[in-house]
């Protein structure tokens, strides 16, 4: 009731409006998706915007050529983009499909428990063999990530590498004498500080971010040590951050060693990457997207750099390291064009479409077919960061509502030596195991226990849902 | 002088409606833009709600916030970046508001140029001066060092002894010319003729100021002080940007805290405790709103 | 005399000359950061992010440019950001001047209410969460489509401020005015229309450039409102969306080219206005 004598009030006033106003409308008005006719436009949404040249070319090929009237209108959003789909839901302006990204976090199990969007099982079984060779989505069904109990809710087309080191060699040779690369984290930390003692000032041995990528290298370090990057102790069903104690302690030798670029803690990645590729910089940690950043966007010219595979603690591998899968598409529940929004998913996930997308060096291949169709010589130095067999997706942890700082701030704190490690990691075991319990009690989430865990393989166990 | 007022008093009944009809454009916005969502924001201060499914949890929220450190820690940050910025921008562009509109070589130069940093939008300069503040070859660190003011490179962000005095540096750069262009146009209103008085009176500049300009000006100040401080403990979008409340929760103040709990894609959406936070940081600045117009009657009295 | 006298000074050669220079210093502090970005909108993008105390880049990149206006559909931008700033400056001089009158000239039952409830939700801000609600009510009465409902937020929003300033403008102006416009037979609203609208020509001037500014630098709510309609957007949005580009590094160059044509029609804005501006104070106002 309250609503609608607002709406009317609203209403008044528009009529009331003055000539400013109604030429904004007038401006919307013409700039409308407009569908003439028998077409249907199939409203996409996406956050990426680097590869936005091609996927808008083979877009444009689409619409003038598909036999189906399918027009496709791409809105590319790349701020706050998994609230605005949410809020989009919820007030019914959904795009039909969604781009998803296993990076953008967006939390599976609470799209699927409201229905936000559609399972495409049924899809994905009449799709046929093709379909199936390209994108193997029977093989790619990650708890939590694109799969919530069976049902999956989006394919991925493409794939991001774990984290990498990479190595400015000219400076690894000045430091050392040598080329030889670390494979170990007190190899790799003890390489830092000859770098930066040799740079006096010019250059330095390591360099983090105020964001992601040094909690990728972090975190994918921690993995490769048996410690998963949520800190859930898949067998028990419970929170447990004491495995990263060991890679807290020896990354915090980076700082009391003064090996990291002055500032970087504070800093954007992309002012880090200039750096690199300015020769200030002896060691850094990214993923497969630095092919890219180092060849075109900011082409390293005066030395060397090579990409070396994570240390590890004690030169044994004891967990996968993650993956990101990439470039799915999930359908909206509210759409009313599920059929033709599943033909614009097919065309994202056809072979000609992905051929081209990977030879542009936009990601990895995540297929065998995918793997072969591609030519390498056109996709420059991303093989360099071609999958490892140790590398998986793990199943999401439950998303529960934290009191307090989360985990990644908390450690990054003690990393930098703002405080004990053993009390971070107490205090993180505490809350995050508290607000679980609670969670699963009111029913928000489920505990997600898989017995037979094998962190070498996080993805091939068997699932259970508790309710308490 | 009967008949006078009884055309007055028909008058006023006559205006009674002209004037709520003509005050209900401004109290149609009030409600829908303010009013509006207040109200809606009680609908969840009792839930744990993740923007999908609201989930009910009594009084949870209040006891969280009472022991929650981070919010109370930004409380005491508010009040310090709301104090450091009202303590330096409002005497600053007084003073310069009352040198500008002097006849002065190029003051309209100088006006437009310290106007100019308004017209750029926060999210745009706060990730410019994150440039600026870069710590290794940074622009102000290379220049400070250039000038020999400096030996070793500032961190201005990340060291949490200095991050606040940089966050107020930007403050006072976007803000200046805003509250100078609130006291140039208030200055405005004062006639010529009472300084063409007080020359002949022969006052000198000073003397003019302190019993001309600021006495006539005293209704005007305290506007612009309510609204400087309503602002300054409203901030957060420049800070946001530039250290999104770091290091280490120095930088974090009520609405950057409030905004993390609802859009930070680590970790699930808490907008049911972020709206019993809002309510809070309503009530806070509620009372030193209150606390000033007060004060402000109280000097009223004295003048 | 042409300059209301704030300080009246005879003023000494060497004092003038310091308050100049303060003033020049002044200056190059704010326009530092401005040069910074117009210099830095014709860098590589790398030379950008590198950092250094030069500011001017090595060569002259006017592909920046082409590239922000070609990839960012600015001129579609440019025309929202205008009809979002005019519209939000005469919604705002229409509700704000009338308010401001009524409030300051008028006694009648309810009035301290209403006012004590804009004084009340002007420290009420919600922030950010407060653009839920909203959204929601505009997709209800299905305006979440258009311009008209980014003005009137953006208006609500800033229009408490104004009041206040018109207000206390308001009660600088001698009563005695409108009551001889009272006894010559003019009615209430006549009054507003005829002689009290005029006379605030200064505070309007000022108000309509800050709510123009007001309107022009609006993010996080235009940024809500638009993110289902690329031809909606404003410039703020579109600037800063040209530097995000998901995977790989982003285009600071691009963005700082986009800030840059973004600045300028406000500044020709600022020059128009701040003219009307000088003559509003000029005229000195009330002539008691």
């Not at chain 2, 020359?199 to 309510?226: E, R, W, Y």
């Not at chain 3, 009510?137 to 980014?150: D, E, G, R, T």
């Not at chain 3, 102006?173 to 009054?191: L, M, Q, R």
């Amino acid at each position: 009731m309250k609503k609608q004598i607002i709406s009317a009030l609203l209403a008044s006033v528009m009529v009331l409006s003055f000539s400013a106003c109604s030429g904004g409308n007038g401006g919307n008005a013409g700039s409308g998706t407009s569908a003439g006719g028998a077409k249907t436009t199939i409203e996409v949404w996406t956050n990426d915007r680097h590869d936005l040249d091609y996927v808008n070319s083979e877009i444009q090929k689409f619409n003038s050529s598909n036999p189906d009237n399918i027009q496709i209108h791409q809105t590319v959003i790349t701020d706050d983009y998994v609230n605005m789909l949410s809020m989009a839901k919820s007030s019914g302006t959904a795009p039909d499909i969604a781009g998803i990204s296993g990076s953008i976090g967006i939390d599976m199990n609470a799209f699927a428990d409201t229905k936000m969007v559609l399972p495409l099982n049924d899809y994905i079984k009449k799709a046929g063999a093709d379909f199936q060779k390209v994108t193997e989505s029977d093989d790619h069904i990650y708890e939590g990530v694109n799969a919530v109990n069976g049902q999956v809710y989006w394919v991925p087309t493409v794939v991001r590498s774990g984290t990498r080191m990479i190595y400015n060699m000219d400076l690894v040779k000045k430091a050392t004498g040598s080329t030889t690369l670390p494979t170990t984290l007190p190899e790799m930390v003890s390489l830092a500080k000859k770098i930066t003692q040799k740079g006096a000032g010019q250059y330095y041995g390591f360099a983090t971010t105020k964001d992601a990528p040094f909690v990728r290298c972090f975190e994918g370090i921690a993995e490769m040590a048996g410690q998963n990057r949520y800190g859930y102790d898949y067998v028990n069903g419970k929170f447990d951050f004491s495995g990263f104690k060991p890679i807290v302690e020896e990354f915090n030798k980076l700082f009391t060693d003064k090996s990291v670029l002055p500032g970087s803690p504070s800093q954007g990645v992309d002012a880090m990457r200039a750096q690199f590729a300015n020769g200030k910089i002896g060691i850094w940690g990214n993923a497969s997207q630095e092919a890219g950043v180092f060849t075109e966007q900011f082409p390293v010219k005066n030395f060397e750099w090579k990409v070396a595979e994570l240390p590890t603690m004690d030169g044994k591998v004891q967990g996968a390291l993650t993956i990101q899968p990439e470039k799915g598409y999930a359908i909206m529940s509210t759409t009313k064009h599920a059929d033709q929004a599943w033909k614009v998913i097919e065309l994202f996930s056809s072979k000609d479409f992905l051929k081209g997308y990977l030879e542009k060096g936009y990601g990895l291949p995540f297929s065998k077919e995918m793997t072969a169709a591609v030519d390498t010589s056109k996709t420059g130095r991303i093989s360099d960061f071609a999958l490892k067999d140790y590398e998986s997706v793990y199943p999401a942890a439950p998303s529960i509502t934290i009191e307090g700082e989360d985990m990644q701030k908390v450690l990054w704190s003690a990393v930098m030596g703002q405080r004990n490690v053993d009390t971070a990691i107490q205090d993180l075991n505490t809350r995050y195991n508290k607000a679980l319990d609670s969670d699963v009690a009111s029913g928000k989430v489920k505990r997600l226990v898989i017995k037979d865990f094998d962190p070498l393989h996080p993805s091939k166990g068997t699932l259970q849902y508790l309710d308490k | 002088m009967k008949l006078f007022q009884k055309k007055h008093a028909s008058l006023e009944d006559e205006g009674k409606a002209s004037a709520w009809l003509m005050l209900l454009p401004s109290i149609f916005l009030l409600v829908i833009t303010s009013v509006y969502p207040f109200i809606w924001l009680f609908r969840y201060i009792c839930y744990d709600y993740n923007g999908y499914t609201a989930y009910f949890t009594g009084a949870h929220n209040f006891y969280h916030m009472l022991s929650d450190g981070i919010f109370w820690g930004s409380v005491v940050h508010t009040f310090e970046y709301a104090g450091l910025k009202l303590i330096f921008i409002i005497p600053v562009s007084f003073l310069l508001a009352a040198l500008l509109s002097q006849k002065i070589l190029g003051s309209s130069l100088f006006r437009a140029i310290y106007f100019m940093p308004t017209v750029i939008s926060t999210a745009v300069y706060s990730l410019i001066f994150g440039f600026i503040f870069a710590v290794f070859n940074g622009s102000l660190n290379s220049i400070l060092s250039l000038m020999g003011l400096i030996h070793s490179p500032v961190d201005w962000l990340g060291n949490p002894k200095i991050v606040m005095i940089s966050i107020i540096i930007v403050a006072l750069w976007g803000g200046l010319g805003n509250y100078m262009i609130l006291f140039i146009s208030g200055m405005g209103s004062i006639s010529t003729d009472v300084y063409e008085s007080s020359k002949i009176d022969g006052a000198n500049g000073i003397q003019t100021f302190f019993h001309i300009t600021l006495p006539m000006l005293s209704p005007v100040i305290k506007v612009i002080l309510m609204l400087a401080i309503t602002t300054a403990f409203k901030d957060y979008e420049s800070i946001l940007v530039l250290t999104n409340g770091g290091p280490n929760n120095r930088s974090q103040v009520m609405f950057t805290y409030i905004y993390q709990l609802i859009f930070s894609s680590n970790v699930t959406p808490q907008i049911g405790y972020a709206t019993m936070l809002s309510v809070v940081a309503a009530l806070i600045i509620g009372v030193v709103t209150v606390a000033y117009l007060i004060l402000a009657r109280k000097l009223d009295d004295v003048m | 005399m042409n300059r209301s006298h704030v300080i009246y000074s005879k003023g000494t050669k060497t004092a003038r000359i310091f308050i100049f220079l303060l003033l020049l210093i002044i200056a190059a502090i704010m326009v530092y950061p401005v040069v910074y970005i117009v210099l830095g909108s014709f860098k590589e993008n790398m030379e950008l992010l590198q950092g250094g105390a030069n500011p001017i880049p090595t060569h002259f990149v006017f592909q920046n440019y082409v590239q922000a206006w070609k990839q960012a559909n600015f001129a579609v931008y440019t025309q929202n950001s205008v009809l979002i700033a005019l519209g939000v400056m005469v919604l705002t001089l229409f509700c704000t001047s009338m308010a401001g009158y009524v409030f300051d000239r008028k006694k009648f039952r309810g009035k301290e209410f209403v006012y004590n409830l804009f004084i009340a939700f002007m420290f009420v801000n919600v922030g950010s969460i407060a653009l839920r609600p909203m959204f929601e009510l505009a997709v209800k009465v299905h305006m979440n489509q258009s311009l008209v409902s980014i003005i009137l937020i953006a208006t609500g929003t800033g229009q408490a401020m104004y009041i206040f300033l018109v207000r206390g403008f308001m009660s600088s102006i001698p009563k005695e005015v409108d009551e001889a416009a009272k006894i010559d037979g003019c009615s209430f609203f006549g009054i507003y229309w005829h002689i009290v609208f005029p006379m605030l020509k200064p505070i309007l001037a000022t108000v309509a450039l800050l709510s123009f500014r007001g309107g022009w630098s609006e993010y996080i709510m235009p940024l809500v409102f638009t993110m289902s309609n690329d031809a909606l957007r404003p410039l703020t949005v579109g600037v800063v969306m040209l530097k995000n580009s998901g995977n790989g590094a982003a285009a600071w160059n691009i963005m700082f080219a986009g800030a840059t044509i973004s600045i300028i029609p406000i500044i020709i804005v600022y020059t128009f206005t701040s003219k009307h501006f000088m003559e509003g104070m000029t005229s000195g106002a009330v002539k008691g």
